[in-house]
């Protein structure tokens, strides 16, 4: 891995290579130009080095995506402290715990974080700042005030002739150095901080110029959709563009399925990055209802006309998407199978790819001109993908990986990290699969029993039914998923049931109050619509773990 460059030299490029162009705009708000990108880093430098913040410091941010958090993200790597960024949806006590065991310095908070937060729950955090104007919410850290007080007459101090490219000096990263810490939830007891190299970030975007720089135009625009908190977010739709001198749209606010319809629309992005769901949702209302005509049905019977039929529903998906795409890139989970193969029907360019936080996140992904149905692609540039199985093509194994994606290992967790990562480098995933002969990944299963929320979120099913299980009538649970919904099966106590002569109604009036009571305690990503209750005991394996696959 010697022939690593510094990720760090490669913002530098972008920046002085676009200095001029427009770089980061909060969707229906502001723009940032590269340069202005690259003065914002700066100043937040000046406040980091007052702050007596040093190389390897910890440095937390938590907010909507926005082109602040971008740069806040930007200014700690540069600056060669460690990024730790928290998914905005965790409640105020995921995020306390994660500050607290990453060890932040500072904390850069949206205005919505802001008022979840109880700075007295950090006890080491040196500064709180507000995201959208970087101003100080909380400062213990007399140098930290001062400085933010009197910056404009700091960075005029050292750059007396203004800021320019020649003044783009910043931390020169080594490939095995810590860049971030990507916490996979944020309950103590179940969190594992992942520790990422700069090689894994730069194994990553290097990638996605590769794969597909070639095919985008010099002034691309993207729309960033996905957490960037979240590694398939901040690499593919943040880091990865960033670097290539593109323009970056953040929406800013609740991706709905309109809002992202709206916004695709008006931004017309050269490259779409997706979870399922909003791939899936969008053509089923934007799509299916323009096209299930029975006159388009019969037409598509019709070997003469057809083809080109099948070219005009290309188009009408084509501008559901904003028109300009060069194709469709799902990760986190499959693609409903109904919909691949509408899409593929039509010859639609769109792709499966598959990673974990871990590989930062890419392990596999093909092009698709190069898609199989059911695939998530082949192993990425510098990774080593194998399935531990007999015969891979046939049966299904673990699927492990070893590379320059792969993490340095757990935060604080040497067990879990040598539970991950074996003697030989590889990474265990957890999930199952088949490999084709040509390298083409088929994932038959998960191991781990992550699900996917509908923006792309972990869930983690364990966490829930921990704090569920402790509830009022409840003996044991199982957290599943109905299409982007979260559903409890709970098999109640019954022996204390009947001791207190519940009927079935005033049984659902208390797991009613269960999951609203369990909600209030949970991001709202994961939060339960429904519950059904089985007054049978779930199914279990000889070691007395409930055989989660039977009621999936």
Known sequence: ??????????????????????????????????????????????????????????????????????????????????????????????IHNIVNHSESRLLFVGDYVVNIIDEKEMPDLEGIFNLPDFSLHVSRNDKLTDA?????????????????????????????????????????????????????????????????????????????????????????????????????????????????????????????????????????????????????????????????????????VLEAFGGRTYEIIVGGAPLNQEIEQFLRSIDFPITVGYGTTECAPLISYSDYHDFQPGSCGTAVDRMEVKILSADPANIEGEIVCRGTNVMLGYYKNEEATNKALDADGWYHTGDLATMSADGHIFIRGRLKNMLLGANGQNVYPEEIEDKLNSMALVSESIIVQRGDKLVALVHPDIDEVHSMGFSQEELESVMEQNRQELNAQLPVYSRLQSFEISMDEFLKTPKKSIKRYLYK
């Open 148 to 316: 933010r007080e009197h910056l404009n007459e700091l960075f005029g101090r050292r750059y007396p002739n203004a800021f320019r490219r020649e003044d783009v000096h910043w931390h020169v990263d080594q490939p095995e150095e810590m860049a971030l810490i990507n916490y996979t939830s944020g309950t103590t007891g179940f969190s594992k901080g992942v520790m990422l190299p700069y090689r894994a970030l730069w194994g990553n975007v290097a990638f996605c110029q590769d794969k597909l720089g070639n095919h985008m135009p010099k002034f691309s625009r993207l729309l960033s959709i996905l957490p960037m908190a979240h590694m398939y977010g901040m690499a593919m739709e943040f880091l990865f563009p960033f670097c290539s001198g593109y323009h970056l749209y953040f929406l800013t606010r609740l991706p709905s399925p309109a809002i992202i319809a709206e916004a695709f629309k008006e931004v017309c992005p050269d490259v779409i990055i997706a979870v399922p769901l909003i791939i899936e949702k969008i053509i089923r209302k934007r799509v299916f209802p323009k096209i299930q005509s029975n006159a388009i049905k019969i037409l598509l019977q019709m070997p003469v006309v057809s083809k080109k039929v099948k070219e005009r529903i290309c188009q009408e």
């Open 1 to 94: 891995m010697n022939d690593i460059p510094s990720f760090n030299s490669c913002i530098e490029k972008s920046i002085k290579d676009n200095w001029l162009l427009d770089a980061l705009t909060d969707y229906k708000g502001a723009t940032l130009q590269y340069h202005d990108v690259a003065r914002k880093i700066e100043k937040l430098h000046i406040m980091m080095e007052a702050a007596g913040i040093q190389k390897g410091d910890r440095i937390a941010v938590c907010g909507r995506n926005s082109a602040h958090w971008a740069v806040a993200f930007l200014a700690t790597l540069t600056y060669g402290a460690v990024i730790v960024p928290i998914l905005h949806e965790f409640n105020g006590e995921q």
